[in-house]
């Protein structure tokens, strides 16, 4: 047969990079190959800088010459040919990836399947009161204020500020003219007056007065009080935002209705979830304190004062070393002398209070006698730890900050990375990060009993995305990944682990098929069970029309390959020769083979592979 048309094989000619010997190799399509030697003997030379590289250089072909520009130059192996080469995907050791947002859950897409499914199905609670939150049409509004109401007098309100600081005058004034007379400012309802305002720095909570009204009862006549009520409620929530709320003459007490889903005792409202709102790399998602990461960087007192049997004057205060006559220390000499401690005194015989002071300031202004030459004599003494964060803040002296800082979980969102709006939402009484925070084992035994805890309409949404999910976390457990969790970050991941994962994010791409897959031994780290699991992958990748190169030393794959290519006999200039190609078996018949040898033994003894394939 002419090569060219070898549809069944992809063959390498004169291989010649690095220290390959001119070696050509055949590596049969729909099959598992092997790539063993010894170290240096050339595996990654043949696989990734030949293969590979080839490959990855006629697919840039395909693109124009502006495109290419921006991919940098793809050099043409040094090799004669290669023929028979389908598209090529390396899932390398090496790639790891470098985005400290990147997680475990990002790049095997569960995390996003999980998103949709929490936008689609999930419950909202309030974050302030726990209640499950509630929403209303306009007509229900109506209906639950008759029910509620009907026959007292109550006053109907439309919130306009909410726990917010500021003096709001240009607020009044433009409800002023558009013609209310009145407003609710912190409970207490105001005429408002022209240049009415709050007190900025304070926390408000401002509502419009739309109407006072004696509420309808339920089935009364349809004339002027129900037509009355219904206009005013219209009114209010164009006014409030969708919120409205409803106060009772008699007793004062308050009661919110909601267009949006809302906490019917507070009144907080959430927007529609959309999968945005799930994610820790969207600002509509994140939590604001770490921008979504779990973790911020905290100044760390003991890298400060990293020897605290020194006096501040010796320098233990590692940022401002020994004493010299500059700002900072004259402040400290004013500050030690008000607040009775000494300067030459060990920084750890100091009471808590004094080192208290050091650190974190004081609001009280210091006088400094030589300050008022310049006609100013006092000035607060903010702390050391002050001095560092505005320095980071500034950007300038982002070192300094790093070097005296620690990495913690996020105080505000304990690592859970989203805001609280986002960690609110629930299904079977989990939040997202719940199940991110899960390792594949545990969100696999919640998946599978998750149908008798969804109601009806959640199970009625839930079905399609579910499945994808499940499959999901199915090959993830596959490639024994069950102890990751997918919030780990991608950056902890071991090169094993990464191929891994990759590897079941392929899977799960159907549309996979005449594919080319090289993986750089993927067993790392592996257990022996796992091992098992993961060639049965490898197969059945094969078996689903791709072709699967792995270099490897692990024996158990080795033996199960479909085709062996072994490369030796040594590392460096005494390796890059093929020493055999071919099934387990022809390679087990070179003598001159170190892996041929090696298998021979398991080969006669046990054929472990083939028996578990047959009891399938
Ligand atoms: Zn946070």
């Not at 790639?95 to 929490?118: H, Q």
């Not at 996020?410 to 079977?428: T, V």
């Amino acid at each position: 047969m002419h090569e060219s048309l070898d549809l069944e094989n992809i063959h390498v000619y004169g291989a010649r990079v690095h220290n390959l010997k001119n070696i050509d190799v055949t590596i049969p399509r729909n099959s598992l190959t092997v790539i063993t030697g010894l170290s240096g003997s050339g595996k990654s030379s043949l696989a990734f800088d030949t293969i590979f590289a080839e490959g990855r250089r006629r697919y840039m072909e395909t693109f124009n010459a502006y495109a290419r520009q921006f991919m940098g130059d793809m050099e043409r192996p040094d090799v004669d040919k290669i023929t028979g080469l389908s598209p090529v995907i390396s899932i390398e050791q090496k790639s790891t990836n470098r985005n400290p947002r990147s997680t475990v859950g990002t790049i095997t897409e569960i995390y996003d399947f999980l998103r949709v499914w929490y936008a689609r199905a999930a419950e909202a609670y309030s974050y302030e009161t726990g209640e499950k939150m509630v929403r209303y049409t306009e007509d229900q509004i109506c209906d639950l204020i008759t029910k509620q109401y009907g026959g007292k007098k109550v006053i109907v309100l439309a919130p306009v500020v909410r726990g917010r600081k500021g003096h709001y005058r240009e607020l009044f004034e433009q409800i002023r003219r558009k013609g209310y007379l009145q407003v609710r400012v912190d409970g207490d309802i105001k005429d408002i007056i022209i240049n009415m305002k709050t007190d900025r720095y304070k926390v408000h909570n401002i509502e419009i007065v739309v109407d006072k009204i004696i509420v309808p009862t339920n089935g009364a006549e349809k004339g002027g009080g129900m037509e009355r009520m219904r206009k005013s409620v219209k009114t209010a929530l164009a006014l409030g935002k969708d919120v409205i709320m409803l106060l009772d003459a008699e007793t004062g007490e308050a009661r919110h209705y909601s267009k949006l889903l809302m906490c019917p005792t507070t009144g907080i409202s959430y927007k529609d979830p959309a999968p945005a709102n799930f994610s820790y790399n969207s600002p509509t998602g994140f939590c604001p304190t770490c921008k979504g990461l779990g973790v911020v960087n905290r100044i760390d007192v003991t890298k400060i004062i990293p020897n605290p049997k020194l006096s501040i004057k010796k320098g233990a205060i590692d940022p401002l070393g020994k004493y010299k006559d500059n700002f900072v220390f004259r402040q400290l000499e004013a500050l030690a002398e008000r607040e009775g401690f000494s300067l030459d005194t060990p920084f750890e015989e100091l009471t808590p209070e004094a080192q208290d002071v050091v650190l974190n300031g004081s609001p009280e202004p210091l006088h400094l006698d030589w300050m008022r030459m310049y006609g100013a004599g006092a000035s607060t003494y903010d702390g050391i730890v002050k001095y560092i964060e505005n320095a980071a803040d500034d950007d300038e002296d982002d070192e300094t900050a790093l070097k005296y800082s620690a990495e913690c979980t996020c105080p505000d969102c304990k690592g859970n990375r989203l805001n609280r709006e986002a960690l609110s939402f629930r299904i079977a009484d989990k939040n997202i990060a719940d199940l991110a925070m899960m390792d594949i084992a545990d969100l696999r035994v919640f998946l599978d009993e998750i149908d008798d805890k969804l109601t009806d309409r959640q199970r009625k949404i839930s079905g399609e995305i579910l499945k994808e999910i499940k499959t999901r976390v199915g090959f993830m457990h596959d490639v024994g990944l069950d102890y990751l969790s997918r919030y780990r970050s991608a950056q902890t991941l071991s090169g094993g682990e990464a191929q891994r994962i990759k590897l079941a994010t392929e899977l799960s791409r159907r549309e996979t098929g005449r594919t080319l897959y090289i993986l750089d031994e993927p067993t790392t780290g592996l257990h022996f069970a796992d091992v098992h699991k993961l060639t049965e992958i490898l197969k059945k990748l094969a078996s689903g029309g791709n072709t699967v190169v792995v270099i490897e030393h692990n024996l158990d794959v080795i033996k199960c390959a479909d085709w062996i290519i072994d490369l030796g006999p040594e590392g460096g200039d005494a390796g890059g020769t093929l020493l055999a190609q071919g099934t387990p078996e022809e390679v087990a018949a070179v003598e001159s083979s170190y892996t041929g040898q090696y298998i021979k033994k398991t080969l006669e003894r046990t054929y472990l592979c083939e028996e578990k394939q047959d009891d399938e």
